[in-house]
């Protein structure tokens, strides 16, 4: 049986795969849960709500402080410091670190994010860590997806996990690691012109825990609502203050029982399985997990997995007459929009495999001057994002918003 769950609330803006995911776990650990949109954060949602918890899923850190603006941020900072508990992964672990130049964020500690110069900037797959939890010590395999890594500051933390070595699915930009011996390490990094050797990961810090005022914080760049990782699963059941240990099962975005087959959805869902089916072909794109594409370095594998996901989801859940009625206004020419994203996409990608033959591209930037440019018009600049992709992915964002918030205010949980 689980012991009484205290109500956590979920920050959704700028997460979009990445909050569908955290929600995907949420509803399995059946732990009650209320989402929020920054605004509602600016106009003291967190004061009237109350919740134990504010969950902060991945996604990009900057953005999501730039969506809570000053206000936003401070009404978070009111939270903690009143007793409230901060949990943010990967992205919304960064969001709680000390603020950049390029960035403000919350600051609930002076620890940083380390430059990128000196740190691994691409991997993903499962570390094994070192676990420090209530006294005792053990190892288990966590899943990590781009982060970013800390940067230690003059105040003392509680390391949860430490990383100390890759998994059997662990990958290093695009390679597979499991198969790259120690002594051609050197040729790749010189190849991709980056850092891709996980020991300079080991004994790094993971997730992290330090207290704010009278309130606390855990910042994990463990994406612990991972599918199918059934020891991340079990401390992010832990760490929510759940009596049971459930494993969160796997997330199939192959799987057809729409509950909403909305015709224009379904076609703009199919435009996108059929672009994914192209990157096969072309060997640029392939699936990783059952939720998860992998991609050559360079191809926006990426915010094709968010539209896809996106989409997937919307059908796959139930529709409130205020989704129904945003689809009616807004569908027809999101699906226009996104048809003719693949078909550009697809002339996009055959180029990239052409230019990728002969010279390497980079998520920054493609190899070919010409081809990046139409790589901003459709994706926008990276790190972030924008173009045909960025009005496609909002209009998704707020159907999802709708649906998801419809359908717990009327189940009064997840």
């Known amino acids: 049986m689980h012991r009484h769950c205290p109500p956590l609330a979920l920050l959704w803006d700028e997460s979009h795969l990445w909050g569908l995911l955290l929600r995907h776990a949420l509803k ?3 732990a009650p849960v209320t989402m929020l949109k920054a605004e509602h954060v600016r106009a003291g949602a967190l004061r009237d709500l109350r919740p134990s918890t504010l969950l902060v899923p991945g996604g990009w850190a900057k953005l999501k402080s730039l969506a809570l603006g000053r206000e936003g941020r401070e009404e978070i900072r009111n939270h903690v410091r009143e007793g409230g508990a901060y949990l943010g992964f990967c992205g919304g672990a960064g969001l709680a670190l000390n603020s950049e130049r390029s960035a403000p964020f919350l600051g609930l500690c002076d620890w940083s994010r380390k430059p990128a110069s000196q740190r691994l900037p691409n991997f993903s797959g499962h570390m094994h860590c070192t676990i420090n939890e209530n006294g005792g010590r053990y190892e288990a395999a966590l899943p990590v997806w781009w982060p970013s890594q800390f940067l ?41 012109g980056i850092n891709l050797d996980p020991e300079r990961l080991h004994h790094e810090p993971c997730i992290v825990r330090g207290v704010y005022g009278q309130g606390s914080f855990v910042l994990s760049y463990a994406h612990l609502e991972t599918p199918s990782s059934p020891q991340a699963n079990a401390l992010l059941s832990r760490l929510l203050g759940l009596g049971d240990q459930l494993t969160v099962p796997v997330w199939d ?37 059952p939720w998860l594409l992998g991609w050559r370095r360079g191809v926006p594998g990426s915010p094709i997995n968010f539209l896809l996901a996106m989409a997937w989801q919307a059908r796959h859940s139930h529709a409130s007459t205020r989704a129904k009625d945003y689809w009616a206004d807004h569908g027809a020419r999101c699906c226009e929009q996104c048809l003719d994203f693949c078909l550009q996409t697809q002339d996009y990608l055959l180029q990239e495999r052409r ?36 009005e496609i992915l909002h209009t998704l964002d707020e159907l999802l918003w709708l649906q998801f918030s419809d359908q717990d205010q009327q189940q009064g949980g997840p």
């Open 28 to 30: 399995a650990l059946r």
């Open 152 to 192: 230690p500051g003059k105040t003392p933390l509680e390391v949860l996990a430490r990383y100390e070595g890759p998994g059997p699915d662990f990958w290093a930009a695009d390679l597979d690691w499991s198969g790259v011996t120690s002594s051609e390490v050197g040729q790749w990094e010189k190849l991709y």
């Open 253 to 289: 975005l192959g799987q057809e029982a729409p509950l909403w087959d909305d015709k224009t959805l379904r076609t703009l869902h199919e435009g996108l399985l059929s672009l994914v089916a192209f990157g096969q072909n072309h060997f640029l794109l392939f699936w990783r997990t």
């Open 355 to 390: 230019i990728l033959a002969t010279s390497p591209s980079s998520p920054e930037a493609s190899a070919s001057p010409n081809l990046q440019r139409r790589k901003l018009e459709l994706f926008g600049k990276f790190p972030g994002y924008g173009g045909l992709y960025g």
